[in-house]
């Protein structure tokens, strides 16, 4: 039997492409059916989402923008429940996919008998519908939202949660993230971390995993391999050998 017992993959930017033309679009369409002038372009978005959870981005913003505390208080939980509605909508439009080679990896975890957790700072209200939606069967064990810990990501609250949930030790299990505020969460629960970058978080700080690489990978189609502190040899696909080989590698 492998030593890898479970996998807990982060959602926004990892399994799925979901920021630039899903959330970002779910925002200003929000925004604009309150009668607000904000509209977040692809570029101003990448530096918005250095701040985890969608109603935290709204205040953090609105505050940048002058609006006082008192009406913050209001207006951002509304604009994020809105928000939410309208990315759920653009999740069963199909608007939303998974990365090439998600769903090859997920199948052979599957296979062999490795576990499947989600540790995620969006919202449950979409994130579930996501994951019947694009990989339906494909059955996630433990499934933590941002909704439902107390501190968001880059706190390692929900990599925590996730392991408490598998009941398992953080020496037995790997993350997937693809940012350095996912990494910083997953190293903080103790554990390995694969990295798989996207056009956002490509220039993130990402000294602390253990391997590095541009996507997932297919056989024919092998991703950039940019960093393998590990030593785990990747040739570009991200398979369950490659991760099993990251085990022991928790703190960079
Ligand atoms: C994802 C997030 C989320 C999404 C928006 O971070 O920070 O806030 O951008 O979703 P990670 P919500 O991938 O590190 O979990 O609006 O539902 O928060
Ligand atoms: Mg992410």
Request: hydrophobic share 40%; glycine share 12%.
């Amino acid at each position: 039997m492998s030593p890898l017992e479970a996998v807990v993959f982060d959602v926004d930017g990892t399994l799925v492409d979901s920021e630039r033309d899903g959330h970002r679009v779910a925002f200003n369409l929000a925004f604009e059916e309150f009668g607000l002038p904000y509209r977040w372009d692809v570029e101003e978005y990448g530096r918005l989402l250095r701040t985890t959870g969608g109603q935290r981005r709204i205040d953090g913003y609105l505050a940048g923008q002058g609006v006082p505390e008192e009406e913050r208080a209001e207006l951002a939980p509304a604009l994020h429940r809105r928000k939410t509605a309208l990315m759920s909508g653009l999740v069963d439009e199909g608007t939303v996919g998974d990365r090439p080679g998600v769903k090859r990896l997920l199948e052979e975890l599957v296979e062999e008998g490795v576990r499947l957790a989600v540790a995620t700072t969006g919202s449950r209200g979409w994130v579930e519908r996501l994951l019947e939606r694009l990989l339906p069967g494909l059955a996630f064990e433990v499934v933590v939202c941002g909704d439902e810990v107390a501190e968001r990501k880059p706190d390692p609250e929900a990599f925590t949660t996730a392991l408490e949930r598998l009941k398992l030790a953080a020496d037995r299990v790997v993350a997937v993230e693809d940012s350095a505020e996912g990494l910083e969460s997953a190293v903080g629960a103790g554990l390995a971390t694969a990295i798989v970058v996207n056009g956002y978080t490509r220039g993130h700080d990402l000294d602390r995993a253990g391997l590095v690489l541009d996507g997932f990978g297919e056989p024919g189609a092998p991703a950039e391999v940019i960093q393998d502190r590990a030593g785990t040899g990747c040739s570009g696909v991200l398979d369950m050998a490659t991760l099993a080989r990251l085990l022991g590698f928790a703190t960079g």
